[in-house]
């Protein structure tokens, strides 16, 4: 069975830093992973999608690695604003495409 | 990006009775849509997937009877919480799968049953 792990579950830095979020996930079999952001009482928004065969993706600031043989996904946010508060939430698909698995996210927060 | 609208967004209601909750893609046809329960400060928990023209396919430890879902067209889809009770109340997120793999979730459905 699938897990998915995300270190640390908690971060709390100054605005203007550069920060790494982790996930880990148990079984490399993997059809894509994908990076969400989940504000307080809300859905969760789409960041960035990494298919299996890729092995970075970037949008903006946000820049997503995967490394599938040792099951390791990092979200690098650079220059953080406190907007960037949120919980962040990994999640991977299996490789049938019909099971997604999410990490227990990592909430944020940058203070002014 | 794609867009996925989850109605109603707040829901409040009595015991015993039923509350349903509609999942729309609105710019894409998605054969496969899931639903998930968050629980606060914890991540989402996967209820089912629910296929177009099929029968959902629920968790483990989810009541099919008692969360009915349907997804009759390839852009909707629905969750009906039937009889609710207080331990129903909780965050219901819906999520639809786009042909490029990515997956689009909704806004969100908070249901407190009093």
């Known amino acids: 069975k699938q897990e998915v792990t995300q270190i640390p579950a908690a971060l709390s830095v100054p605005e203007g830093e550069n920060l790494v979020l982790n996930c880990s996930f148990t079984d490399s079999a993997i059809y894509n992973l994908q990076w969400f952001r989940q504000d307080p009482g809300k859905g969760l928004t789409s960041l960035l999608l990494?298919?299996?065969?890729?092995r970075e993706q970037t949008s903006g600031r946000l820049n997503a690695s995967l490394d599938k043989s040792s099951g390791r996904s990092t979200l690098y946010i650079a220059a953080s604003q406190p907007g960037d508060s949120a919980t962040y939430l990994c999640a991977v698909y299996n490789n049938a495409g019909n099971m997604l698995t999410f990490g227990g996210g990592t909430r944020l927060m940058v203070k002014p | 990006g794609a867009v996925v609208s989850q109605h109603p967004s707040r829901v409040i209601c009595k015991s015993g009775t039923s509350v349903k909750i509609e999942c729309r893609s609105l710019d894409f046809q998605a054969t496969t849509m899931f639903w998930y329960r968050q629980f606060p400060k914890k991540s989402l928990m996967l209820m089912a997937t629910s296929n177009e023209g099929s029968k959902a396919t629920y968790e483990q430890g989810v009541e099919k009877d008692k969360f009915l879902i349907n997804h009759a067209s390839l852009t909707l889809s629905t969750l009906t919480v039937t009889s609710a009770h207080p331990e129903d109340s909780s965050f219901y997120i819906c999520?639809?799968?786009?042909?490029?793999?990515?997956?689009?979730f909704g806004e969100g459905s908070r249901l407190t049953v009093l």
């Open positions: 999520s639809a799968s786009h042909r490029s793999g990515e997956l689009f």
């Open positions: 990494i298919q299996s065969s890729q």
